[in-house]
């Protein structure tokens, strides 16, 4: 069977005509680069997964169950980066981090990995993410070589993405009150109303209005809902990639950092 190249793969893109056509694609272009692994994923607002690519479905069924989307350092990075990265340059200090990477390595998407960040009309956010088991000097090799090529294939990939699921371009949120964010954060990384409510010295009532307040403009279904809507559509940060980004959040007050005792 012939190897796709880079000049056949935007030539089909252009005729392709259905996801699978997509998939395929994305296939072929993974045996070009002679890598273990190439996968378009668009990050929903709903939190429901969508992409196509060479992931083991074990690992896609995987990574929706534990809900990884929540503490992902690539999705997270990437989010709240406007280039692509190497992804022995995010934040994997945490455990949780380290914990979702061994994971992932066990499932075999490999040890290194590229990720290109796509952004689409209504702030719709996608990723292309390559990943390959090898050594450093390999990777950085590759990456320096391919980099360019990856970038364009991102961009072009989530252009007809789009014409084929426009019905998943996530509408324009009204923006959450500062208080809104806040209660979302602290509930995002795990702690109880009573101790958000108290660490934002105000009632329980009052912590319940605001977080009605932020699921109704985030049109969430439930609490849970809209904390994982606020994390999908940047309103909130969490995980080991919030140490990177830039502005002030509560969690970083280090009197905040630790839980209210009992």
């Not at 997270?76 to 406007?82: D, L």
């Not at 990777?139 to 989530?158: G, S």
């Not at 009052?206 to 309103?235: C, P, Q, W």
Request: charged share 25%; glycine share 8%; aromatic share 10%.
């Amino acid at each position: 069977m012939k190897t796709l190249t880079l000049n056949d793969f935007f030539r089909n893109l252009e005729i392709a005509e259905t996801i699978s056509d997509l998939h395929e694609l994305a296939l072929g272009l993974r045996d070009h680069y002679r890598i273990d692994h190439l996968v378009y994923h668009w990050i929903s607002a709903d939190g429901e997964p969508y992409g196509f690519g060479s992931y083991p479905g074990e690992w896609a069924q995987r990574y929706v169950e534990k809900d990884y989307l929540r503490i992902d350092p690539v999705v997270m990075g990437c989010y709240h980066g406007a280039h692509p990265v190497d992804w022995k340059r995010l934040d994997w200090s945490s455990k949780v981090a380290r914990d979702f990477r061994q994971d992932a390595i066990s499932f075999g998407i490999g040890n290194q990995g590229y990720s290109v960040p796509v952004r689409g009309p209504n702030g719709q956010f996608a990723l292309l993410s390559a990943s390959h088991t090898c050594g450093d000097d390999v990777w950085e090799a590759f990456i320096l070589e391919n980099q360019r090529d990856l970038i364009l294939v991102a961009y072009y990939l989530n252009q007809k993405a789009l014409e084929f699921e426009v019905s998943r371009v996530p509408e324009v949120t009204r923006p959450l009150s500062p208080r809104e964010v806040d209660a979302l954060t602290f509930l995002a990384m795990g702690y109880a109303r009573g101790q958000v409510a108290e660490m934002l010295a105000i009632s329980e009532h009052t912590l319940r209005a605001y977080i009605e307040s932020a699921r109704f403009k985030l049109g969430a279904t439930n609490t849970m809902h809209a904390v994982a809507k606020a994390i999908n559509d940047g309103h909130i940060i969490i995980g080991g990639a919030s140490r990177a980004a830039e502005g002030a959040w509560p969690g970083r007050d280090e009197r905040l950092e630790r839980p209210a005792q009992n």
